[in-house]
Nanobody, 120 residues
Framework: QVQLVESGGGLVQAGGSLRLSCAAS????????MGWYRQAPGKQRELVAI???????NYVDSVKGRFTISRDNAKNTVYLQMNSLKPEDTAVYYC??????????????WGQGTQVTVSS
């Protein structure tokens, strides 16, 4: 089983910055993707930013130019640097990691979620 531990959420004023971290631990043979999703009250969970195969990254349009996803492969950790935060960024942010326990067995793990609140 792969566990994800998130940290870094909190309350910040509009225009401020936060950095989220997500560390994966457990039996990991390989990682296919590492990403961040968010879910605001009354809304569906949406992809915010993700590393896919290789070092390709994708961002939802609303965060492009403000958020940056990065990772430390040696630590199996993914980060989300969030700058110029807006009240509409308020949500619970979830880390997601997909990979394989071994050559045959995939995993799809989610973090516990961390609250990000941006005040106007």
């Amino acid at each position: 089983q792969v566990q994800l531990v998130e940290s870094g959420g909190g309350l910040v004023q509009a225009g401020g910055s936060l950095r989220l971290s997500c560390a994966a631990s457990g039996k990991i043979f390989s990682i296919n993707s590492m990403g961040w999703y968010r879910q605001a009250p009354g809304k569906q969970r949406e992809l915010v930013a993700i590393f896919t195969s290789g070092d390709s990254t994708n961002y939802v349009d609303s965060v492009k130019g403000r958020f940056t996803i990065s990772r430390d492969n040696a630590k199996n950790t993914v980060y989300l640097q969030m700058n110029s935060l807006k009240p509409e960024d308020t949500a619970v942010y979830y880390c997601n990691v997909r990979g394989r326990y071994n050559y045959f067995s995939p995993f799809d793990s989610w973090g516990q979620g961390t609250q990000v609140t941006v005040s106007s």
